[in-house]
């Protein structure tokens, strides 16, 4: 029993530890340089005096639907207007994006190192790194796209159990 424990801990550790790497990789130039132009539009949106305001400008835009403006908006005002804080939710998407790589790949049946391999790829590949550094929407767009993904995998195993309720 001891050794078959230790065996499920084992990608667990490993997801940690990509987990973590990732974090730092992140961390490591998340306030190297000031707000650039797109997120200065998002430290206005999440500053607007009124959530009708702040919504107003979203409409104006045109291009990026809400919910990330909506979270920002909260970090702001749970945090404050760093450019840290305004960049801490797309930190966090990104990291989360990255986790859901393992149960995607248990789902698929995948060979138990392809996985973390693909883990490590995108905790490591510059484009992921920078959107997740970015207080712009990019990063949630790829977590709901993980999201949709596992939906996906579990409807095709299984159509009866992951229904819409």
Same mark, same amino acid.
């Given at each position: 029993?001891?050794? /078959?424990? @230790?065996? #499920?801990?084992?990608?667990?550790?490993?997801?940690?530890?990509?987990? %973590? !790497?990732?974090?730092?990789?992140? !961390?490591?130039?998340?306030? #190297? /340089?000031?707000?650039?132009?797109? /997120?200065?539009?998002?430290?206005?949106?999440?500053?607007?005096?009124?959530?009708? /305001?702040?919504?107003?400008?979203?409409?104006?835009?045109?291009?990026?639907?809400?919910?990330?403006? !909506?979270?920002?908006?909260?970090?702001?005002?749970?945090?404050?207007?760093?450019?840290?804080? %305004?960049?801490?939710? @797309?930190?966090?998407?990104?990291?989360?994006?990255?986790?859901?790589?393992? *149960?995607?790949?248990?789902?698929?049946?995948?060979? @138990?190192?392809?996985?973390?391999?693909?883990?490590?790829?995108?905790?490591?590949?510059?484009?992921?790194?920078?959107? @997740?550094?970015?207080?712009?929407?990019?990063?949630?767009?790829?977590?709901?796209?993980?999201?949709? !993904? %596992?939906?996906?995998?579990?409807?095709?195993?299984? *159509?009866?159990?992951?229904?819409?309720?």
């Amino acid at each position: 029993r001891v050794d /078959e424990r @230790s065996d #499920g801990l084992g990608p667990a550790v490993v997801f940690v530890a990509i987990l %973590l !790497l990732a974090l730092a990789v992140r !961390l490591a130039g998340l306030t #190297g /340089e000031s707000l650039d132009g797109d /997120e200065v539009f998002t430290l206005q949106v999440a500053t607007a005096p009124t959530i009708s /305001e702040a919504l107003s400008l979203v409409a104006a835009d045109l291009v990026h639907p809400p919910l990330y403006y !909506l979270v920002a908006r909260a970090t702001v005002a749970f945090i404050g207007s760093s450019d840290l804080a %305004l960049r801490l939710p @797309s930190l966090i998407f990104g990291l989360l994006s990255i986790a859901l790589i393992g *149960p995607l790949g248990r789902r698929l049946g995948a060979p @138990s190192i392809v996985a973390p391999l693909a883990a490590t790829l995108v905790a490591l590949h510059h484009w992921h790194i920078f959107y @997740s550094q970015q207080a712009r929407s990019y990063a949630l767009f790829c977590l709901l796209t993980m999201l949709l !993904l %596992l939906w996906a995998v579990q409807v095709g195993r299984d *159509p009866g159990r992951a229904r819409w309720r």
